[in-house]
């Protein structure tokens, strides 16, 4: 059997105005910034209007920890808001931008798969509105603005030794991980040790997704901390004065992107943070104005759930005010059986008792979500090479489990395979059994909050701290950010820091390398184990298979 593949499948889309779309949602035409046909801004105005409405049901998908066999997050996520809408519900999709780092290294497009996705794909996997552009360069303005106000007298005092705030750029560069700058004489002023982050873990990045609006983006750009003086004290980006200028370059990026599904369905697609070194969730902005124009709302949270749903939880719905009230979480046979010990090249062959084996990976996230009040349902995203008997293997084991697992098959048939989930979803939203509330509370101690992410998400035995790391958060709580919720950076691929421990491991310590405060976005970044803000490219990246072909289409993009 052939299958198109999702390139060809986006480009046979047949797409509707944006237009169109926006009014399905209630968005007047003259509300829409359109960036060619298939792709608008929903402005400010429009979204300031709609205060007070009612919200509806927020729906979050999560996953297992990816594996390279592959667990269809997004895929799931575009194929049931389809699928709601197909039941006759009025269902909005909320997902996050693509990063070109991965795209050009080694993850490919971020847009769902199959007949399930996202378009316009090409544009969504690149530029898009822009957005990313942006972000990078309100925070290297800020960086330039810093060496500036050095180079000319430093007014404020600043320690270029204690200068935090690095630059940034949105590929996968290792080389600029660790660099000396301001090399080559006087003219270029005083040479000091930096480096660069990929855009997607800038701290203006995190700070666009959490505000609510303008005023609150600006404040929140003021209140970060660039740098700190000999005695400690710190130096804001409003000392700096950079915060107006910054506000500027954001003013278009903060509104919301509308594109559609393949299905014509409303997707609302903005902010980009990874979850193995950021929060990993698409806009507050977007999501609360998707929450107030349709009846349901499916929303995603990076990688798996011990990172993006827990920061979802912890970080976006406390920031936000929000409470989701059911979660998807998503798990392949073919993943199961990885996590079981098979190998990727054997994955084709029927192992039932390596899926089973596999399935505690899926325990242990079904028990962390629960232990947020928050009811969860297991979509198995279907593949064509799974057995009946590996696919009962894994419902028999979700129900051991106390939960449901529904079998999807929404990558080949879009909507049309992903009903009973949507139904599923429907009934367990309805019915008002969510409970939820964070897992530690803003009185905690930062250290203990880290503690108890590390032992109830990851079952962690102990976190490992230098003095010089719990010195410096005892003085954060000092200075008063005691009641930040923290941004665990770790690798996505395992509970632990090992990314080649699959399952469920225990018997394991969680070392913190750094932590780093961001005071505007409003957490404290923990960087456990060799987890890096800048990613590298592989051996062979994406790039190397990413051309246009005769007829001037883009190709190797996914």
């Not at 972000?135 to 603005?145: D, G, K, P, V």
């Not at 700190?228 to 000392?239: A, F, W």
């Not at 490219?537 to 007829?551: D, F, H």
């Amino acid at each position: 059997m052939s299958f198109k593949s999702d390139i060809e499948i986006a480009r046979e889309a047949k797409k509707k105005p944006i237009q169109e779309i926006g009014l399905r949602l209630g968005i007047p035409t003259e509300h829409l910034l359109p960036y060619g046909h298939d792709k608008a801004k929903v402005s400010q105005a429009f979204i300031e209007g709609l205060s007070g409405r009612k919200n509806g049901k927020l729906i979050l998908v999560t996953a297992i920890n990816p594996t390279p066999a592959g667990e269809g997050k997004t895929t799931t996520t575009v194929g049931l808001g389809d699928g709601l809408n197909r039941i006759g519900k009025k269902a909005a999709v909320c997902i996050r931008e693509a990063s070109l780092g991965p795209c050009f290294g080694m993850k490919g497009g971020a847009a769902g798969g199959g007949y399930a996705q996202v378009v316009p794909m090409e544009e969504m996997n690149l530029h898009f509105t822009g957005d990313f552009h942006a972000i990078t360069s309100a925070h290297n303005l800020l960086s330039a603005m810093i060496d500036n106000h050095i180079y000319w007298g430093n007014e404020l005092e600043i320690d270029i030794r204690r200068v935090v705030w690095r630059r940034v750029m949105d590929m996968n560069d290792r080389a600029l991980r660790d660099i000396v700058a301001s090399l080559g004489g006087v003219a270029n002023g005083f040479p000091r040790q930096t480096g660069f982050d990929i855009t997607v873990a800038s701290e203006v990045m995190a700070i666009l997704c959490l505000s609510l609006n303008l005023e609150d983006l600006q404040k929140r750009l003021g209140d970060i901390i660039v740098a700190y003086r000999r005695d400690k004290t710190p130096v804001y980006c409003r000392d700096i004065k950079a915060d107006g200028a910054m506000t500027v370059l954001l003013k278009d990026a903060m509104q919301p992107n509308l594109v559609q599904t393949l299905e014509n369905n409303p997707a609302f697609v903005h902010g980009g943070p990874f979850a193995n070194i950021a929060h990993g969730c698409n806009s507050v902005i977007a999501t609360t104005t998707a929450l107030r124009v349709a009846d349901y709302v499916v929303t995603e949270a990076g990688f798996g759930a011990d990172l993006g749903a827990e920061k979802f939880m912890n970080i976006k719905c406390r920031k936000a005010g929000l409470a989701p009230d059911a979660v998807v979480l998503v798990a392949t046979v073919r993943a199961m059986k990885m996590n079981g010990g098979v190998a990727k090249a054997d994955l084709g062959a029927e192992n039932v008792e390596a899926v089973q084996n596999g399935c505690a990976n899926l325990g242990r996230h079904i028990e962390n979500i629960k232990s947020f009040g928050v009811p969860v349902v297991v979509a198995i995203n279907h593949f064509v090479t799974d057995t009946d008997a590996e696919v009962e293997a894994v419902k028999a084991y979700v129900k051991s489990q106390g939960s449901e697992a529904i079998l999807c098959k929404h990558w080949a048939k879009g909507s049309e395979g992903i009903e009973d989930l949507a139904h599923r979803v429907v009934e367990i939203a309805e019915s008002g059994v969510s409970n939820f509330a964070p897992i530690y509370p803003d009185e905690m101690s930062l250290f203990e909050k880290i503690e108890t992410v590390a032992k109830r998400i990851y079952r962690a035995d102990e976190v490992l701290a230098d003095k010089s790391i719990r010195d410096q958060l005892k003085t954060w709580e000092d200075q008063g950010y005691g009641h930040l919720p923290v941004c665990m950076a770790k690798t996505q691929y395992s509970f632990t820091t090992d990314p080649n421990r699959r399952g469920a491991p225990t018997g394991f310590t969680i070392p913190v390398r750094e932590v780093r405060l961001s005071a505007g976005a409003g957490f404290i970044v923990v960087i456990c184990g060799e987890i890096m803000t800048m990613p590298g490219l592989p051996r062979v990246p994406s790039a190397e298979m990413i051309m246009l072909n005769e007829a001037g289409q883009i190709e190797g993009l996914f």
